[in-house]
């Protein structure tokens, strides 16, 4: 999508949210604001954006932009009709659409995106801009619509008349627009407010006086219009965030028991049969299996990958690791760099001490082997195949147990007389 540019606005401070940093890197459930937005433009085949952002809000050093996207910074916070034209000198001579998002509206989906720029495109519209209607909506800028039904402004929630003020169609924070159109009319925007601000929602009206085209499209979830100002508006988002993702897990054949209490973060992949008991949370970047049993009340932590049939039980963290199919890890164990075979039973209560002065080793544990309940293994260490550590039993670093072998004690020794602990 070549002819289409997206200019994403994350200038605002963070005066709500009471945060040291901008809002748009506050996450949802492993992704900031600012990723769910970008990856969003990605999906829908734009490939090359702008990022608008004011000078102290650390967006430079937190994020890495996607290829064909850059920083553009609004040195005097006057709007987001004033951000919107700092893009103007990037974008030179620019003659095709561009798509303008507000970085605080994480829950746009890319249907609801890819159906605006399709609408766009067909009606050769100057702007073509996403609606939707809620029940209050107070706080929200309305949709103001002639005789024929024609957009004809915005109007903003302080500025709205009575009648108004009883729209109840609103603005959802999208817009398409003809670049020539829209950078002829900001020039023509009037400060307003007590901040004597430039707003781009004031462009809508311009654009209609001048007998421009203004199209929309409405979306019937109004949850995709949810601005992130606050910390209640955080968790709100948070909480449809876990909805989305969870269905999409259960709609693909994952059981999940209690949704109300299981997290599940993005850029997880479970395989279909697998269970998910309650209390439950999975941090982002974590491969699982089919047929697993995982909780209740494990913890499951980014770089971890789970193959098929394993279980894990109560009270289980795993971080940094590979876990083997037909494994079983039932209670109370802290799994850390662990690189674990397949059908490996791990007993209650053993630790990887994978750290040492800040720096992380790595545990290794053949197929087939049974680690004792309480094991403590020092890392970095290696279990063979099929060996065996008693209860209790601690395995210091640089220790190598050979394949078959039975070791317990502290530290571990080898034991004559192999049997099962």
């Known amino acids: 999508m070549n002819d289409t540019v997206a200019v994403i606005l994350a200038a605002g401070k963070s005066t709500r949210m009471h945060s040291s940093f901008s809002k748009v890197l506050h996450k949802i459930y492993g992704k900031s604001m600012l990723e769910y937005l970008l990856d969003d433009v990605r999906s829908i085949g734009i490939k090359r954006g702008f990022v608008i952002i004011n000078s102290s809000n650390g967006i430079k050093k937190k994020i890495i932009l996607p290829r064909g996207f850059r920083i553009v910074q609004q040195t005097k916070l006057l709007g987001t009709g004033h951000a919107l034209r700092q893009a103007a000198a990037a974008l030179g001579r620019f003659k095709g659409d561009i798509l303008v998002l507000y970085g605080d509206t994480p829950l746009l989906t890319v249907e609801t995106l890819r159906n605006l720029l399709a609408k766009h495109h067909v009606s050769d519209a100057a702007c073509t801009l996403l609606t939707t209607t809620v029940k209050e909506p107070t706080g929200y800028g309305r949709i103001v619509r002639d005789e024929k039904s024609d957009v004809i402004k915005i109007v903003e929630e302080a500025d709205a008349s009575l009648y108004e003020k009883m729209i109840h169609e609103i603005n959802a924070g999208a817009y398409c627009f003809q670049a020539g159109e829209i950078f002829r009319i900001l020039p023509l925007l009037k400060r307003k407010g007590a901040k004597r601000e430039y707003y781009l929602t004031d462009a809508i009206e311009l654009l209609a006086k ?88 494990a913890r499951i932590r980014p770089r971890t990958v789970i193959g098929d049939n394993v279980e894990i039980g109560n009270f289980v963290e795993i971080v940094r690791s590979s876990v083997g199919s037909g494994t079983v890890i039932r209670h109370r164990c802290y799994l850390g760099d662990a690189r674990i075979g397949s059908n490996v039973n791990i007993g209650a209560g053993t630790t990887t001490a994978n750290y040492e002065n800040a720096r992380a080793h790595t545990t290794t544990i053949g197929n087939n082997a049974w680690i004792g309940s309480g094991t403590v293994l020092i890392a970095p260490v290696s279990i063979g195949k099929a060996a065996e550590t008693a209860p209790g039993s601690i395995i210091a670093k640089n220790t190598a147990v050979a394949a078959g072998s039975f070791v317990g004690g502290i530290p571990a020794k080898v034991i004559k007389k192999k049997g099962r602990a």
């Open 210 to 297: 001048h007998r421009a085209r203004i199209d929309s499209i409405h979306t019937d979830n109004p949850d995709e219009a949810i601005g992130v100002n606050s910390r209640l508006d955080l968790a709100r988002a948070q909480t449809l965030a876990k909805s989305r993702i969870l269905t999409d897990l259960m709609r693909q054949g994952v059981g999940i028991i209690d949704p109300a209490t299981t997290h599940i973060y993005n850029d997880v992949t479970i395989d279909q049969d697998t269970i998910i008991y309650p209390f439950t949370v999975i941090e982002s970047n974590v491969r699982i299996g089919r047929k697993c049993r995982i909780g209740p009340f």
